[in-house]
């Protein structure tokens, strides 16, 4: 789905504007990177005219994009055996000579093309592309075609761009801004150019400004397929997903596309929620390519969206064993830990969120997440420390009550799950910190019941037997203070404290009157209480 500069590929061909006069043109194909359509032209032109040198240097230009350079140099030299007169197949014969390390022999060529080429820029615009492209990649010799080329025809555009990119290796955006300017007024269509000022405005975060530009180019030109190519990068950028897809869309349908373009097409449907054809361009991709673990992530997360979260699970795990492990993102583990979640697998779900978060710990979020998870799942111990981890990470100055009684209620939950447990120190551990915390949130907000209702319940855990009270005062004092005002509104709250507060006059000084006084106030709330009912009973006896 990575997709390389445009700037590489055009660094090859930008003097092929020389033949390009129509959209259907072989040269203009090359441009655009469509090679069959390109070579289709030439052929059947060679078919009319086998010693059109101008067709045969378009073969060897195609052959030299293909990696070929056997084939390339056997047109370029039929090209000079047709017609010594033409220069551009004696520019090809000098590219492969210097590619392989021959300057005696490129400098040879090169005087020929500028000798046969003396009144046409463009063959110098060639020239000097070729020196850019070089292995030495010698910036003053092309500044110096480009020059002579300027003196022949100072509105080539081809000129400009060359003296664009040029800047633009000098960090000389602005210089860059104005020859691709420069470019454009002498040939409103000449797309490279439009592409290296959409890169100028995308790189200075004005990504809205490119897309208005390359709308321009997409006006003007409505063939030229690379634009929505651009357009649909630049829409993905921004999150602009049904945009993006809309743009790669007619990219796909008209242009020779890679399979990392149509799996960034396969994207940006997924993301704008056409999960059906997401998935159907996902399962085509696959069948080509069954080792692509990117079209496995993006199945998996289709399937994900789409419910079906058994599916998701089978192929999560396939994934998991064909990704490199440094190649995994934090959305794998976060689409994973969605599936296990949907699964009713918590704990496995909350284990896959704290990876997600080990791989970017900018999503704070999948630690909550986490929390969560392992708190539905009953997990309370993991979910306690992950909360704490969070809140010791927080700066105490802005640490606000909410965050005192989130951190107090998991350690409550995590203690309250130990009762049973022989392990009373872990559980102590645990209640202990909730007690102190919520004794913070009364202290910081002594208007609201919260803290001392906990301190209770925390209280009556850490002291289950009642041995010592410990729950007592708090449930007294959040009862007067708080619950006797409104008993409707604190119903259960009143029932919960005089439940407590009976059992603990029976067992603790076994005050039967008192106990029994408690238990008739649960009644009269609820009439059907069945503690209160059993423990009557108890006193009838």
């Not at 040269?27 to 030439?42: H, I, N, P, V």
């Not at 069954?290 to 079906?308: D, V």
């Not at 492990?325 to 830990?337: C, F, G």
Request: hydrophobic share 35%; aromatic share 16%; charged share 25%.
């Amino acid at each position: 789905m990575m997709k390389k500069s445009f700037f590489i590929f055009l660094a090859v061909i930008v003097g092929l504007n020389t033949f390009a006069q129509t959209k259907n043109d072989g040269f203009y194909q090359l441009r655009m990177k469509q090679m069959k359509s390109a070579k289709a032209y030439f052929d059947s032109k060679t078919a009319e005219n086998p010693a059109d040198a101008k067709i045969l240097f378009g073969l060897g230009e195609y052959y030299m994009l293909k990696g070929n350079k056997d084939s390339a140099l056997f047109y370029y030299q039929k090209g000079i055996t047709t017609d010594k007169k033409n220069p551009y197949n004696y520019v090809g014969l000098a590219k492969i000579a210097l590619s392989n390390g021959d300057n005696a022999n490129a400098t040879l060529n090169i005087e020929a093309a500028k000798k046969a080429g003396k009144k046409d820029a463009n063959v110098f615009v060639e020239l000097a592309n070729m020196y850019l492209d070089s292995k030495d990649h010698n910036v003053n010799e092309a500044k110096n075609m480009l020059t002579t080329a300027k003196e022949i025809n100072a509105k080539c555009s081809g000129i400009y761009y060359l003296l664009a990119k040029i800047a633009l290796e000098s960090n000389n955006a602005s210089d860059a801004a104005n020859q691709f300017e420069s470019s454009i007024f002498f040939d409103s269509t000449y797309f490279e150019s439009y592409f290296g000022v959409a890169k100028i405005y995308s790189s200075a975060l004005n990504t809205n400004g490119a897309i208005d530009y390359l709308k321009g180019l997409v006006s003007k030109a409505p063939y030229c397929v690379l634009a929505y190519r651009e357009l649909g990068e630049l829409y993905f950028k921004i999150g602009k997903y049904s945009e993006s897809k809309d743009a790669y869309k007619i990219y796909i349908e008209k242009a020779e596309y890679s399979s990392d373009e149509k799996e960034r097409y396969a994207y940006a449907l997924f993301f704008s929620k056409e999960l059906d054809e997401a998935k159907r361009i996902i399962v085509e991709l696959s069948n080509n390519d069954p080792e692509n673990y990117i079209m496995l992530r993006l199945l998996a997360y289709t399937h994900c969206e789409k419910g079906e979260y058994e599916q998701s699970k089978d192929l999560f795990t396939q994934f998991f064993t064909k990704i490199p492990e440094n190649k995994v993102l934090a959305l794998d583990y976060e689409y994973y830990a969605k599936t296990l979640e949907k699964l009713s697998l918590d704990s496995l779900a909350g284990v896959q969120y704290e990876k997600g978060f080990a791989v970017d710990s900018t999503r704070g979020y999948l630690l909550d997440e986490a929390a969560r998870v392992y708190t539905a799942g009953k997990v309370y111990d993991k979910a306690a420390y992950i909360y704490e981890k969070q809140f010791n990470k927080k700066d105490k100055s802005k640490l606000q009550n909410a965050d005192y009684y989130k951190l107090g209620k998991a350690f409550y939950y995590a203690g309250s799950a130990l009762l049973n447990s022989p392990d009373t120190l872990r559980k102590n551990e645990f209640l202990i910190k909730a007690d102190t915390l919520f004794g913070t949130v009364y202290t910081l907000n002594p208007k609201s019941h919260l803290g001392l209702l906990w301190r209770a319940r925390t209280n009556s855990c850490i002291d289950p037997g009642l041995k010592r009270g410990l729950a007592k005062p708090y449930y007294e004092k959040a009862t007067q203070d708080f619950f006797i005002a409104d008993p409707v509104k604190y119903k259960n709250e009143i029932i919960e404290s005089y439940t407590y507060l009976g059992y603990y006059y029976i067992y603790f000084h076994k005050d039967f009157p008192l106990s029994k006084s408690y238990w008739n106030k649960i009644l009269e709330l609820d009439p059907e209480n069945i503690k209160a009912k059993e423990a009557l009973q108890g006193f009838a006896k």
